[in-house]
């Protein structure tokens, strides 16, 4: 099966700074990457997806970016804001629609 | 939450007891989806359901069984509750014909087994 690993487990940075999260999937038929935002109690949030005919996509103060030679995505956030602070997944989508996750990135934004 | 409601929220049982699990939407999405969060693992897929009576395993699927008799519903029953499913729950609804569709997670339901 698909194997998604996730780095760093934890980040801490200042308000305004950027922060980077990165991601590497084993199955090169994967074509779907979704990154979530998940706050304290509550689902999964959808923020930004990325499929394999393109190479980067923005809303906003978020980005992802993905290299499907090297098989690695990432998150990139903007201007940070308190209000970003959460854990945040990523995934990987191998066949019918399945999604194999990342372990989570903990970003804590300091005013 | 994308007119997904998860009931219970929170539920403590005892080893051994039959467990369910309720997932309801109102999307009338396709494709439902159960997963575990455990520290460490992130989000596992359990089952999934593309239609009605149509289901199929996940990645941990031992020791559990889902039921859709309905595009609404998606239950997930834990026939013989063990403290190793102590874990919280999430269903997710997706409106794909086929691959590459953005999943929408509920709120979550919080078992614990004793």
Request: aromatic share 10%; with cysteine.
């Amino acid at each position: 099966g698909e194997n998604v690993e996730q780095h760093p487990s934890t980040l801490s940075v200042q308000e305004g700074d950027s922060a980077v999260i990165k991601c590497t999937y084993s199955d090169s038929a994967s074509n779907y990457f979704p990154w979530y935002k998940q706050e304290l109690g509550k689902g999964p949030q959808l923020i930004i997806d990325i499929r394999s005919n393109v190479g980067e996509k923005k809303d906003q103060r978020i980005a992802v970016t993905l290299n499907k030679t090297a098989k690695h995505f990432s998150l990139h956030i903007t201007e940070t804001q308190p209000e970003d602070s959460a854990v945040y997944f990523c995934a990987a989508e191998i066949g019918a629609n399945n999604l194999f996750f990342g372990t989570g990135t903990r970003l804590t934004v300091i005013p | 939450d994308a007119g997904i409601t998860q009931s219970p929220r929170h539920k403590v049982t005892e080893t051994g007891t039959p467990v369910t699990l309720r997932c309801h939407q109102t999307e009338n999405h396709r494709y439902m989806y159960w997963y575990r969060q455990d520290p460490g693992h992130g989000l596992r897929l359990i089952h999934y359901s593309y239609g009605v009576k149509d289901t199929d395993k996940g990645e941990v699927s031992d020791g559990y069984s889902v039921s859709r008799s309905k595009t609404e519903d998606f239950l997930l029953t834990l026939e013989s509750a063990t403290s190793s499913q102590t874990s919280v729950y999430f269903c997710a609804i997706s409106p794909g014909q086929g691959v590459s569709y953005e999943q929408y997670f509920g709120p979550g339901t919080r078992l614990t087994v004793t």
